[in-house]
T-cell receptor
Framework: AQTVTQSQPEMSVQEAETVTLSCTYD???????LFWYKQPPSRQMILVIR????KQQNATENRFSVNFQKAAKSFSLKISDSQLGDAAMYFC???????????WGLGTSLAVNP | NAGVTQTPKFQVLKTGQSMTLQCAQD?????MYWYRQDPGMGLRLIYY???????DKGEVPNGYNVSRLNKREFSLRLESAAPSQTSVYFC?????????????FGPGTRLTVL
């Protein structure tokens, strides 16, 4: 069965510091997509970054980047220069076309300390 | 362009009452999804509709029914609400492959069943 595991229920970081959130997944597929979504206190789910499995280059979006290790089935999110607005729940998710649905991790709650 | 809209935003029901949560998207997406979110449980898929005219069960379909009214609208019905259905409900839509399988979310409905 395809699963997504986020082993850190809660994390904290000092403002302007860097933090890495972990995500591992289990799949026998070779072609799939991985996502990090952010859910701030407003509840709105926002896509932070995505990675296509066939791409070797790690995705980057401004202060957000991923470390995608396909062989290890690991997909961590690095947030650089953390800001107070980064405080949120972060969800890792996996998609393979044969499922027609996203598989979600349980989330990591990130606190940013001023 | 409103994206994904959900009504209502908040609802309180008594046990045994029925209600319908409405969802609409204006992005011409084929696929639509209903999730529930509970503390510590992440996002759990209730039902989804891969295309107009089709619906499929997700992880937690019991106690719910859905209708894909047309391409834009996907409603979720609780026929006889139970306290265990107290949750935040999210609707999402996506277009397979054209948007790299990104799901776009509505703002959520907070439902309390007394």
């Amino acid at each position: 069965a395809q699963t997504v595991t986020q082993s850190q229920p809660e994390m904290s970081v000092q403002e302007a510091e860097t933090v890495t959130l972990s995500c591992t997944y289990d799949t026998s597929e070779s072609d799939y997509y991985l996502f990090w979504y952010k859910q701030p206190p407003s509840r709105q789910m926002i896509l932070v970054i995505r990675q296509e499995a066939y791409k070797q280059q790690n995705a980057t979006e401004n202060r957000f980047s991923v470390n995608f290790q396909k062989a290890a089935k690991s997909f961590s999110l690095k947030i650089s220069d953390s800001q107070l607005g980064d405080a949120a729940m972060y969800f890792c998710a996996y998609w393979a076309g044969n499922n027609r649905k996203l598989i979600w991790g349980l989330g990591t709650s990130l606190a940013v300390n001023p | 362009n409103a994206g994904v809209t959900q009504t209502p935003k908040f609802q309180v029901l008594k046990t045994g009452q029925s209600m319908t949560l409405q969802c609409a998207q204006d992005m011409n997406h084929n696929s639509m999804y209903w999730y529930r979110q509970d503390p510590g449980m992440g996002l759990r898929l209730i039902y989804y509709s891969a295309s107009e005219g089709t619906t499929d069960k997700g992880e937690v379909p019991n106690g719910y029914n859905v209708s894909r009214l047309n391409k834009r609208e996907f409603s979720l019905r609780l026929e006889s609400a139970a306290p265990s259905q107290t949750s935040v409900y999210f609707c999402a839509s996506m277009e397979l492959f054209l948007s790299y399988n990104e799901q776009f979310f509505g703002p959520g409905t907070r439902l309390t069943v007394l």
